[in-house]
């Protein structure tokens, strides 16, 4: 089945500056990668995902992009604000497939005044 | 709109009882998903059901029962606890992309 790795497990980083958190997958199948914010004692949602046929997609100041032939991905965070602190997660899933999702161990994210 | 609504946000249960987990959707969502989440884990898939009436095992679905009898409502069933199963259960909804409720903490003692 799918397996996806994460790093790093924590990252700290001062206001303002840039955040990258990079995932890889094994399954070459897998053709949907969306990427969940998750904060204390709420579920996850989702703020940007990316499919396998678009190599880098942006909103604001979050973008990731796509690598197929590496089987990686990464979330970039531009110009990080106190509210961006939170717990990261990538995940993979075939469309065809039900779309179930396999997560990574996700990223804990500190962004400091 | 609620949204995913889950129920209770916390529990604390011995080992071998028995408690349903509830997970309600008003957003006329055909897909519905159960993961657990353990601490400083991603979340793992146990059920899934594309729609009423269709279930189907996910990645750890042993200790785990599902079903589906109406679009809303999707429960998650634990039939004799083990202190293994103490997790974060989250329900989401909806194939792309999924929406998440807040979550149940559950702990077996």
């Known amino acids: 089945g799918e397996n996806v790795e994460q790093h790093p497990s924590t990252l700290s980083v001062q206001e303002g500056d840039s955040a990258v958190i990079k995932c890889t997958y094994s399954d070459s199948a897998s053709n949907y990668f969306p990427w969940y914010k998750q904060e204390l004692g709420k579920g996850s949602q989702l703020i940007i995902d990316i499919r396998s046929n678009v190599g880098e997609k942006k909103d604001q100041r979050i973008a990731v992009t796509l690598n197929k032939t590496a089987k990686h991905f990464s979330l970039h965070i531009t110009e990080t604000q106190p509210e961006d602190s939170a717990v990261y997660f990538c995940?993979?899933?075939?469309?065809?497939?039900?779309?179930?999702?396999?997560f990574g161990g996700g990223t804990r994210v500190l962004v400091k005044p | 709109n609620a949204g995913v609504t889950q129920t209770p946000k916390f529990r604390i249960l011995k080992i071998g009882q028995s408690m349903t987990l509830q997970c309600t959707q008003d957003m006329n969502h055909n897909y519905m998903y159960w993961y657990r989440q353990d601490p400083g884990m991603g979340l793992k898939l146990i059920y899934y059901?594309?729609?009423?009436?269709?279930?189907d095992k996910g990645e750890v679905p042993n200790g785990y029962n599902v079903s589906r009898s109406t679009t809303e409502d999707f429960p998650l069933r634990l039939e004799l606890a083990a202190p293994s199963q103490t997790s974060v259960y989250f329900c989401?909804?909806?194939?792309?992309?999924?929406?998440f409720g807040d979550g149940t903490r559950l702990s077996i003692l």
């Open positions: 059901s594309v729609g009423a009436g269709i279930t």
């Open positions: 995940a993979a899933s075939i469309e065809a497939a039900g779309n179930k999702l396999t």
């Open positions: 989401a909804s909806n194939y792309q992309p999924q929406h």
